[in-house]
Antibody, heavy 123, light 107 residues
Framework: EVQLVESGGGLVQPGGSLRLSCAAS????????MNWVRQAPGKGLEWVSY????????YYADSVKGRFTISRDNAKNSLYLQMNSLRDEDTAVYYCARTRAHYSGSYYSFDYWGQGTLVTVSS | DIQMTQSPSSLSASVGDTVTITCRASQSISSYLNWYQQKPGKAPKLLIY???SLQSGVPSRFSGSGSGTDFTLTISSLQPEDFATYYCQQSYSTPPTFGQGTRLEIK
């Protein structure tokens, strides 16, 4: 059974830092690219960042570029998000989500999601 | 970035009804469109990928159609467990973007 379990959320002051983790199990983690997606309280879904299976390709949303860093450790089956210079508007539930390629990679979707970890940025 | 707009933002329906949710992209995205279901306090769940392909394990009462800029998610014979919020998402270009969501409520 595929499982993604996020941790590391909590309350942090504006300007502070936090490191989120996502522990993966039930599949060959090193074969899949991964993402972070967030959801502000009562709001919709916002993609945050992507990392390829080998970490060779990384993308960020403009809203977090230069402040957040995505990484992974395939030996530990883990995905990370280092968040620096946090702002009020970063308050959200952060989900890790697996990328699934369809039709020989022509299409992709987010097929498995963790339960999320809440990050609250407030003084 | 490609903007995704869903309509309606909310709708009420009864068990057994058939409902349709629309998603419009700000530019053509071919069939690079996914649909997700999210229940309160839970993670999103993939329903449909590539506009019309049903994710494994998803009931056949869910169907998707469309291409280019206009897409629909249809739920036939609504069941009590279908009352949730639905999101479309384009995978045509980076960044992937989501619609604002459609909340399906029990009438």
């Amino acid at each position: 059974e595929v499982q993604l379990v996020e941790s590391g959320g909590g309350l942090v002051q504006p300007g502070g830092s936090l490191r989120l983790s996502c522990a993966a199990s039930g599949f060959t983690f090193s074969s899949y690219s991964m993402n972070w997606v967030r959801q502000a309280p009562g709001k919709g879904l916002e993609w945050v960042s992507y990392i390829s299976s080998s970490s060779s390709t990384i993308y960020y949303a403009d809203s977090v570029k230069g402040r957040f860093t995505i990484s992974r450790d395939n030996a530990k089956n883990s995905l990370y998000l280092q968040m620096n210079s946090l702002r009020d508007e970063d308050t959200a539930v952060y989900y890790c989500a697996r990328t699934r390629a369809h039709y020989s990679g022509s299409y992709y979707s987010f097929d498995y999601w963790g339960q999320g970890t809440l990050v609250t940025v407030s003084s | 970035d490609i903007q995704m707009t869903q309509s309606p933002s909310s709708l009420s329906a009864s068990v057994g009804d058939t409902v349709t949710i629309t998603c419009r992209a700000s530019q053509s995205i071919s069939s690079y469109l996914n649909w997700y279901q999210q229940k309160p306090g839970k993670a999103p769940k993939l329903l449909i990928y590539a506009a019309s392909s049903l994710q494994s394990g998803v009931p056949s009462r869910f169907s998707g159609s469309g291409s280019g800029t206009d897409f629909t998610l249809t739920i036939s014979s609504l069941q009590p467990e279908d009352f949730a919020t639905y999101y479309c998402q384009q995978s045509y270009s980076t960044p992937p973007t989501f619609g604002q969501g459609t909340r399906l409520e029990i009438k």
